[in-house]
């Protein structure tokens, strides 16, 4: 069965404090892997998207890497802006579905 | 571009009531999921609908259910009312052909069940 993993389920920061968040994902034949934002009361809000193991991709102060069975979201020097769930998600090539993670709770302090 | 757009935000119902709740797609979008958020269980996918016909279901009672219109608004119902049920409802939208890419999210549906 596919299934995601997010570790760890909260983490608090010092601002300019680099971190990492991990998402292990199962799933039979990977079609891509999604990291999202989500802000408290609002809908996910997609950052990347990634479909083979040795990708990166980079926006701001986050970059996002995919391994054959988890992917990474670096936070460089982050800001309190930052501070949000990020949640991972997976598509397999059975099915159209994307299952979620729990995500992981981040909070940047000041 | 307008957003996806649920509504209603927030409803209160109580226990064995019925609720449906609406989402509109981004324009030119065909498909549309429903997920169910809660604190313990993040996001849930309940069904996916595509070119008004449900294309993925997930494993949830069939007191869900959904529907599609020609315009490729979508709204789901659910009938009998747990207290479990109290949840996000979030609705996101894609170009569905094929489905992959990344879902553009509403903001949501707050269903407290009394």
């Known amino acids: 069965e596919d299934q995601v993993t997010q570790s760890p389920e909260a983490l608090r920061l010092q601002e300019g404090e680099s971190s990492s968040l991990n998402c292990s994902y199962t799933v039979s034949g990977l079609r891509g892997l999604f990291w999202y934002r989500q802000d408290p009361g609002k809908g996910p809000e997609f950052l990347f998207t990634?479909?083979?193991a040795g990708e990166e991709k980079e926006k701001e102060r986050l970059k996002a890497t995919l391994t054959k069975k988890e992917s990474f979201l670096h936070i460089t020097a982050p800001k309190p802006e930052d501070s949000a769930t990020y949640l991972c998600a997976v598509q397999g090539y059975t099915g159209n579905q994307f299952y979620f993670g729990t995500g992981t709770s981040l909070t940047v302090i000041p | 571009k307008a957003g996806v757009t649920q509504t209603p935000r927030y409803l209160i119902k109580t226990r064995g009531q019925q609720v449906t709740l609406s989402c509109s797609p981004i324009?030119?979008?065909?498909?549309v999921s429903w997920y169910q958020q809660t604190p313990g269980q993040g996001l849930q996918f309940l069904f996916e609908y595509f070119s008004e016909t449900q294309r993925n279901k997930g494993n949830f009672p069939g007191r869900f259910s959904g529907r599609q219109f020609s315009n490729s608004r979508s709204e789901m119902n659910v009938s009998t009312l747990e207290l479990g049920d109290s949840a996000l409802y979030l609705c996101?939208?894609?170009?569905?052909?094929?489905?992959?890419?990344?879902?553009?999210f509403g903001e949501g549906s707050r269903l407290t069940v009394l």
């Open positions: 324009s030119g979008h065909r498909s």
């Open positions: 990634l479909y083979s």
């Open positions: 996101a939208s894609s170009s569905g052909v094929p489905n992959t890419g990344e879902l553009f």
